[in-house]
């Protein structure tokens, strides 16, 4: 069983950066494959960024291309994700999640645990 808990979140103004981790106990994320998802309220929950074993594999939303990061240090066992020049509609809370099956997955459905969210609020 693996244990995800996001750190990181928090208030920023618009154009400002955060940086969220995501630190795994149970099993070592090498031998993982790890996603950031996020949910605005009244919205479902949405893919924003994955990251393979290595971290030679990325994938990220439109939404998010060229401003989020997603990375991954294994020694630490923790993946991160810089969230730069951010939005109003950034505004959700973010989750973690890891995957047993390596690749860079977008459907939350290919990951099998998930963190319990930090809240990530962007003011204009």
């Known amino acids: 069983q693996v244990q995800l808990v996001e750190s990181g979140g928090g208030l920023v103004q618009a154009g400002g950066s955060l940086r969220l981790s995501c630190a795994a106990s149970?099993?070592?994320?090498?031998?993982?494959?790890s996603g950031w998802f996020r949910q605005a309220p009244g919205k479902e929950r949405e893919f924003v960024a994955s990251i393979s074993y290595s971290g030679g594999i990325t994938a990220y939303a439109d939404s998010v291309k060229g401003r989020f990061t997603i990375s991954k240090d294994n020694a630490r066992n923790t993946v991160y994700l810089q969230m730069n020049s951010l939005k109003p509609e950034d505004t959700a809370v973010y989750y973690c999640?890891?995957?047993?099956?390596?690749?860079?997955?977008?459907?939350?459905?290919?990951?099998?645990?998930w963190g319990q969210g930090t809240q990530v609020t962007v003011s204009s």
């Open positions: 999640a890891a995957a047993t099956r390596n690749g860079a997955w977008k459907d939350s459905g290919n990951f099998g645990s």
């Open positions: 149970g099993r070592t994320f090498s031998s993982l494959a």
